[in-house]
């Protein structure tokens, strides 16, 4: 099965970037205790067809690495991989 977006959408694969943050007497912090809200990264998978700007290239293609707010778009498990459907507003920067 494969997942393809619409308009103006992406499809996204998270990119498992998660470290074990540990106090110094060796506690480890689960992410619910840390303070900061930090963007989540991931792969684009698929972009749909709406996704440049009116008289523009796309900013984005399938395979760019990209930053996006946490709580953003709609979580879907396909294939028993999690993805994460944006529009292309919702995404804040490409990384090289």
Known sequence: MSIKPLDNRVVVKFVDEEREEKTEGGIV???TAKK???PQQGEIAAVGKNIAAEDGEPE???GDVVVFDKYAGTKV???SEEYI??????VLAVID
């Open 29 to 31: 912090l689960p992410d």
């Open 77 to 79: 498990t396909v294939d």
């Open 60 to 62: 984005v293609a399938v």
């Open 36 to 38: 900061e809200e930090k």
């Open 85 to 90: 459907i944006l529009a292309i507003d919702d």
